[in-house]
């Protein structure tokens, strides 16, 4: 994948480069076969916790989403959820970004009552860190409306779109 006699970067740019630019294009299956390298160059030589490693990890989840397995990313997510509320903390936005990818695989996943649990959950972190208005926020409203109708509760779902008109 590097081109013979190539070695990957000492801090893995080269392959974080590479593995965008074929998930970019839409080749997922070879993007994840570079991302794998990248989260094990980053392991070994930033260590597990670190942010660089945890954005890898995270890119590997959406990838592996992205290529099919909504169950795999999801079961990524959700093993990188608990390190990401310790680093970088509960209120960081790429642990909330993060929340959000866990619920959305989850209902992709087939699971829309776990999916619209987790957005449940989710919003007032949104509202106390990010406010109420934030875009961020708004879609987490807009995904907690889906996944609550795709749970079965069409009335509960309206009546949460209709809060959001003339929000966005």
Known sequence: ML??????????SELERRASYLADRGDY?????VQRLLVEERERSLGAEHPATLTARASLAHWTGKAGDAAGARDQFAALAPV?????GPGHPHTLAERASLAGWTGDAGDAAGARDQYAALLPVRERVQGAEH???LTTRHQLARWTGEAGN??????????LLGRR
């Open 84 to 88: 990401r509320e310790r680093v970088p």
């Open 29 to 33: 299956a070879a993007a994840l076969e």
């Open 135 to 137: 875009p961020d926020t």
């Open 3 to 12: 081109g013979e006699g190539r070695a990957p970067s000492d801090d893995g």
């Open 154 to 163: 069409a009335p509960a779902a309206r009546g949460q779109f209709a809060a």
